[in-house]
């Protein structure tokens, strides 16, 4: 009897071996494109709200958090970009109510979760270990609530009883243009500025990092969003007309720091003397208690940058 030929049984198995692996690494590279979003339970209040939960399973947040971590870093590891969000429980409670599912699935946790990716306060992680990421998602969310609310207030401020103007929107275009002042008068350097509007609820608190170069034709490096924000809480303290304050703190390397003021007042942004800028500056906003001026620093004037408004 002849031998048996088994070619075409090997040439059969290694083809299927063959689709196999690229079906694989198909999958791997499709995965890996599909991005992830890891809603994270930074508060230990929040924590103890989602132990109420039965299908929520940890019962000590720091080992949860460890968990999380772990998580983050296998994502990362396989190339699978992921964003970070906090996972509110109040939000996610009312979220499970409006659409008529069971809280206390993991199912439900997910989709909730799915829907944080459309959140702008999401981070991407970047490998950052788990004690320095959840402050910077603390300030994520923080900058994301107040830029909602001072769009609401701009949005409710109403028209202008004498020329019909919507307020807020004519409040945005000044606080964009007191920028653009604001930096052409800061000059080259490195430009850090704070500006605080107290409301009826909440203090409204924005920051700024410009860097200007001593080409005239470059534009200021800015992040896109700081500039929103910053633009934004400034028209709400314009559009309110109440009390507020903006500070310039300037850095260069061939002289010592600069720092400029001004106030908000009655729609207005006002320039400070250089004597009420280092009273500002150099009082406990606290206890009112002096505070020793830092060595290298020079107390400025602020400068012109805003111009009247047509609105009463």
């Not at 399973?57 to 720091?62: L, N």
């Not at 590891?77 to 009312?94: C, N, R, S």
């Not at 250089?274 to 060595?295: I, L, Q, R």
Request: negative net charge; aromatic residues 6%.
């Amino acid at each position: 009897m002849p031998p048996k030929d088994d070619t075409g049984s090997h040439r059969t198995r290694r083809t299927a071996t063959t689709r196999t692996t690229r079906s694989t690494s198909r999958r791997r590279t499709a995965r890996r494109e599909a991005p992830s979003t890891v809603g994270l339970l930074a508060d230990p209040g929040d924590f103890a709200a989602m132990r109420g939960y039965r299908s929520f399973t940890f019962d000590d947040h720091q080992d949860y958090l460890r968990h999380v971590e772990d998580l983050l870093r296998s994502l990362a590891a396989q190339g699978i970009h992921t964003t970070v969000a906090l996972f509110d429980p109040e939000e996610y409670a009312e979220h499970c109510a409006e659409h008529g599912l069971d809280p206390d699935t993991a199912d439900a946790r997910t989709r909730f979760t799915a829907e944080l990716a459309g959140s702008s306060a999401g981070l991407p992680y970047r490998g950052q270990p788990i004690d320095e990421l959840v402050p910077l998602l603390v300030d994520e969310a923080v900058r994301q609530a107040t830029w909602e609310y001072a769009t609401t207030l701009l949005a409710g401020v109403g028209d202008c009883a004498d020329c019909g103007e919507d307020i807020g929107n004519a409040s945005f275009d000044r606080a964009a243009e007191a920028l653009k002042r604001l930096l052409a008068g800061a000059g080259p350097g490195h430009h850090h500025f704070v500006c605080s509007v107290p409301t009826a609820t909440e203090q409204l608190l924005a920051v700024l990092h410009a860097d200007v170069t001593a080409d005239a034709d470059a534009p200021p490096r800015i992040e896109s969003r700081q500039g929103l924000d910053f633009v934004t809480v400034l028209a709400a303290g314009l559009a309110l007309g109440g009390p507020g304050g903006l500070v310039l703190r300037s850095s260069r390397e061939d002289r010592g720091d600069r720092v400029h003021g001004w106030r908000l007042d009655r729609g207005r942004l006002t320039a400070l003397s250089a004597a009420a800028v280092f009273n500002a500056y150099c009082t406990d906003a606290d206890t009112g208690d002096p505070v020793a001026p830092e060595p290298g620093v020079e107390y400025c004037p602020g400068y012109e940058v805003d111009l009247p408004s047509p609105h009463h």
